[in-house]
């Protein structure tokens, strides 16, 4: 059972990242900050937000001891701050100035990585805060690192489909071609495993691509060998572009976030679906599990931050509160809507729910008069917060009752489009996401070439489609 026990909603633009320390969670957003929360009561410690960057931070990182925090940002630099205070310690720029879309520290904090959007890859050393190593990659931005256990690879993944796997002298020693169109993320899992064909020890990897999937590797890191890379699967849960992934700390699931909407949270070992969440409102940007407690941290375009409570005693495929709204809200048994409660923070009001035998067709019939005559919920604000939900649940059955037609959504939100556009690749996406695209890169969202020119042109065709299917829905 996943279940969603907290809500973060502080920044005012979209949520890129999120990373957990042993007591502290941060997050960074388009709107230029760092937060940082306590995983104690999830409020927001006193010296948030971090403010310093310039423009828009992509990415943030605790150091293994969780008193260095990391940043990067697309004014160029990495900044290090004290995890403690929040004093800014350093700022680190980019050889290039390129916007620095992803940063990652060594196992033992000797390094911290740098990646950016020209290629450029920096290892800086974290005692002498200088430039220790630099390297490219071919084609492309290098949007995603992980680095191997023990700290002597890493793994870093680009724009243009390539997995490279380096060492810490900055060698190549490995190239392959992962994902078409692009990989968005990485992550190593710490616990090994063994291959039964030659004894040896291997590593899993998971990556996630613009192809919608999550690829599954086996990596034997070997000073003596070198390295191997080794295609272990393909999990296709996923009905879009996947931009997270991320193993647990025992490396028993992994889990995705993508522009669906939703997370899915697998079983490692079988490739199982052990739960899928669907409470974020735009595409999922990042995930990331606790490392000492069974918690889960989900940010989205839509300006939150989920966080989850994990049930580890009972990984049962399919168990989800989402599960439940694949059944008809009016079939729901009164458990699903106990799960439904929990879910929007309403977990108060199970047991009188339960009282009342409040099954779905009961809870679609609720009103603000059957709340306070029947239920006898007396607080005013109580009876709107239960009501809005229930109002959002309804939307949400008209929405699925009538899906939107393919054609209609943005290729990079997956949402109806208000304003859309046509781009010099002859796609239309909405302007908004559109041109905060192509504030970042100047490649296609959809083949991954390069655009020959940023001019966005109004597409009225499609806007007076939308329009006219929008009407016959409110008939």
């Keep these: 059972m996943a279940t969603l026990i907290h809500t973060l909603a502080d920044h005012s633009e979209d949520v890129n990242y999120c990373a957990f320390s042993s007591s502290c969670l941060a997050t960074c957003s388009l709107d230029k900050t760092i937060r940082v929360y306590s995983l104690s009561n999830f409020t927001e410690l006193?010296?948030?937000?971090?403010?310093?960057?310039?423009?828009?931070?992509?990415?943030?990182?605790?150091?293994?001891?969780?008193?260095?925090?990391a940043s990067c940002s697309t004014d160029g630099t990495a900044a290090l701050w004290d995890a403690?205070?929040?004093?800014?310690?350093?700022?680190?720029?980019?050889?290039?100035?390129?916007?620095?879309?992803v940063c990652r520290f060594s196992p033992q904090a000797t390094y911290l990585l740098a990646g950016a959007a020209d290629g450029s890859v920096v290892l800086w050393n974290m005692?002498?805060?200088?430039?220790?190593?630099?390297?490219?990659?071919?084609?492309?931005?290098?949007?995603?690192?992980?680095?191997?256990?023990?700290?002597?690879?890493?793994?870093?993944?680009?724009?243009?489909?390539?997995?490279?796997?380096?060492?810490?002298?900055?060698?190549?020693l490995c190239n392959e071609k992962a994902h078409d169109l692009?990989?968005?993320?990485?992550?190593?899992?710490?616990h090994p495993v063994s291959d039964s064909e030659n004894g040896f020890q291997y590593f899993q990897m998971a990556s996630c691509?613009?192809?919608?999937?999550?690829?599954?590797?086996?990596?034997?890191?070997?000073?003596?060998?070198?390295?191997?890379?080794?295609?272990?699967?393909?999990?296709?849960?996923?009905?879009?572009?996947?931009?997270?992934?991320?193993?647990?700390?025992?490396?028993?699931?992994?889990?995705?976030?993508?522009?669906?909407?939703?997370?899915?949270i697998y079983e490692t070992s079988t490739g199982n679906t052990l739960h899928t969440l669907s409470q974020h409102t735009r595409y999922v940007t990042t995930c990331a599990f606790a490392p000492h407690s069974p918690l889960l941290a989900t940010g989205s375009m839509?300006?939150?931050?989920?966080?989850?409570?994990?049930?580890?005693?009972?990984?049962?495929?399919?168990?989800?509160?989402?599960?439940?709204?694949?059944?008809?809200?009016?079939?729901?048994?009164e458990d699903d809507v106990s799960a439904w409660l929990c879910a929007q923070d309403l977990a108060d009001f199970v047991g009188l729910f339960k009282m009342n035998n409040i099954d779905g067709k009961e809870l679609l019939n609720l009103t603000k008069e059957s709340l306070a005559n029947e239920l006898k919920i007396e607080s005013l604000g109580q009876r709107s917060k239960v009501l809005k939900k229930i109002e959002e649940l309804r939307m949400t059955m008209i929405s699925v009752s009538v899906p939107v037609p393919d054609e209609?959504?943005?290729?990079?939100?997956?949402?109806?489009?208000?304003?859309?556009?046509?781009?010099?690749?002859?796609?239309?996406y909405e302007r908004e996401a559109m041109e905060n695209w192509i504030s970042n890169r100047r490649s296609s969202p959809m083949t991954n070439l390069p655009l020959h020119s940023l001019m966005l042109t109004p597409n009225r065709t499609l806007k007076m489609a939308i329009s006219r299917w929008l009407e016959t829905q409110q008939k």
């Design 302 to 333: 839509d300006k939150t931050v989920h966080i989850w409570q994990l049930d580890l005693r009972q990984p049962c495929a399919g168990d989800t509160v989402e599960n439940a709204s694949k059944v008809a809200v009016e079939d729901w048994s």
């Design 209 to 264: 691509g613009q192809d919608n999937q999550i690829k599954l590797w086996l990596i034997l890191f070997a000073d003596f060998l070198g390295v191997e890379l080794k295609y272990k699967c393909t999990l296709n849960g996923h009905s879009a572009p996947v931009l997270a992934c991320a193993f647990s700390c025992d490396g028993q699931m992994i889990v995705s976030g993508s522009v669906d909407k939703c997370v899915i």
């Design 84 to 101: 403690r205070d929040g004093r800014r310690l350093a700022v680190l720029q980019q050889p290039g100035a390129s916007p620095v879309r």
């Design 182 to 190: 692009g990989v968005t993320c990485c992550d190593i899992s710490s």
């Design 408 to 428: 209609f959504l943005c290729p990079i939100t997956r949402e109806l489009m208000n304003d859309p556009v046509i781009a010099t690749d002859g796609y239309s």
């Design 127 to 172: 005692q002498s805060l200088k430039l220790h190593r630099s390297g490219n990659v071919k084609g492309g931005s290098l949007v995603a690192c992980a680095f191997s256990p023990s700290g002597n690879f890493f793994v870093t993944g680009s724009s243009s489909g390539d997995l490279t796997i380096w060492d810490d002298k900055m060698r190549c």
């Design 46 to 69: 006193p010296y948030s937000p971090l403010k310093g960057h310039t423009y828009a931070v992509h990415c943030c990182c605790f150091s293994p001891s969780g008193r260095v925090l």
